[in-house]
Nanobody, 126 residues
Framework: VQLQASGGGLVQAGDSLRLSCVASGRTFSNFALGWFRQAPGKGREYVAALSTTGVARYYEESVKGRFSISRDNALRTTFLQMNDLKTEDTAVYFC????????????????????WGQGTQVTVSS
C-alpha cells in the first residue's frame, strides 16, 4: 500500500488549506484513515480520524470546529479540510491508513496505523 499526500503550502493565519491523500494497493474501503502532524522538535501528534464507513469522525481538541476529515472511496482519497489556520498548526502533516478487515474501531494513536504517507508541509505565518 502506498499513500501519497499533497496540498500543503505556506498560508497566512486565518486562511484555509485542503490536504489530500491518495491510496493504492488494497481495498480502500477497508481502511480507517487518519491524519497526524509533527512540528519541529516535537513528536507526531494525532489530528483527526475517520472510520471505514465515513460516519464516525474524531478530532484532536485544538482542531475541533476548524478541521474536517472526509473520504471519497471512488477516488481512494482522504481529505483534511483545514479552516481558520493558526500559526500553531504549522507542521508536516501525514496521512495514515489502518486495515480494519475483521477489526472494529478507528485508531487515534500512531501505533494503530499500518501505512503512512510521506508528509506534506503546512506553514502558517502570522
Amino acid at each position: 500500500v502506498q499513500l501519497q499526500a499533497s496540498g500543503g503550502g505556506l498560508v497566512q493565519a486565518g486562511d484555509s488549506l485542503r490536504l489530500s491523500c491518495v491510496a493504492s494497493g488494497r481495498t480502500f474501503s477497508n481502511f480507517a484513515l487518519g491524519w497526524f502532524r509533527q512540528a519541529p522538535g516535537k513528536g507526531r501528534e494525532y489530528v483527526a480520524a475517520l472510520s471505514t464507513t465515513g460516519v464516525a469522525r474524531y478530532y484532536e481538541e485544538s482542531v475541533k470546529g476548524r478541521f474536517s476529515i472526509s473520504r471519497d472511496n471512488a477516488l481512494r482519497t482522504t481529505f483534511l479540510q483545514m479552516n481558520d489556520l493558526k500559526t500553531e498548526d504549522t507542521a508536516v502533516y501525514f496521512c495514515a491508513a489502518a486495515v480494519r478487515t475483521g477489526r472494529g474501531g478507528t485508531p487515534s494513536t500512531s501505533g494503530g496505523y499500518d501505512y503512512w504517507g510521506q508528509g506534506t508541509q503546512v506553514t502558517v505565518s502570522s
